[in-house]
């Protein structure tokens, strides 16, 4: 079996913690610089698929329904970000949007 169809869990996994943090900076007020969210959400996105298979679940667990719960969850926390992005400003954003 081959393993590089790990990649789109790892993505979607690291975009997602990304926007998890990005919440939890815009509601609890912190600033961090965009890179210190990037580095921790490349390290947890591995982590999130890294994990379970040192634990025992098989490669084959990895279905195309968890995908696309996956990437639903992804969509959501990014759109719940979009929505507070004009309420809860942060010096992020302009940090983000230069990219």
Known sequence: M???F???FYVFSAIGVFLALTIA???LRWKLAANS???TAVFA???VVALPLIEGVTA???TAVRLLILGG???AVATVDTLLEPFL???LDAELADL
């Open 2 to 4: 081959h393993w590089f």
């Open 6 to 8: 790990l990649i789109p």
């Open 25 to 27: 900076c815009r509601v």
């Open 37 to 39: 969210l990037a580095v």
């Open 45 to 47: 996105g591995i982590a």
């Open 60 to 62: 084959a667990d990895y």
């Open 73 to 75: 969850i992804t969509f």
């Open 89 to 91: 400003p942060l010096p």
